[in-house]
Nanobody
């Protein structure tokens, strides 16, 4: 069984930064493409960023491109999301997810999910 645990959320002012971490346990981490998603109150969960198994391929939602950076450390079984220039519209619960195989941005193709970490950006 694969387990994911996010951390690093919190309250930050507009323009601030946060770094989210997600530790994965249970299976070979390097076998999984990893993604970050978010869900704001009253909205559907949406794709934020993904990274391929080796870390070479990354892809971002237009809304975060140029501000967020996804990375992974396969030796530490951890994926990160560095979030800079945060805006109030970035406020959401952020989830990391694991997909066994090549990378994908499709939410329903991710088999494993963490519990989420709250990010709140004040104006």
């Amino acid at each position: 069984q694969v387990q994911l645990a996010e951390s690093g959320g919190g309250l930050v002012q507009t323009g601030g930064s946060l770094r989210l971490s997600c530790v994965v346990s249970g299976r070979t981490f390097s076998s999984y493409g990893m993604g970050w998603f978010r869900q704001a109150p009253g909205k559907e969960r949406e794709f934020v960023a993904l990274i391929g198994r080796s870390g070479i391929i990354t892809y971002y939602a237009d809304s975060v491109k140029g501000r967020f950076t996804i990375s992974r450390d396969n030796a530490k079984n951890t994926v990160y999301l560095q979030m800079n220039s945060l805006k109030p519209e970035d406020t959401a619960v952020y989830y990391c997810a694991a997909h066994f195989g090549v990378w994908t941005a499709a939410l329903n193709e991710y088999e494993y999910w963490g519990q989420g970490t709250q990010v709140t950006v004040s104006s």
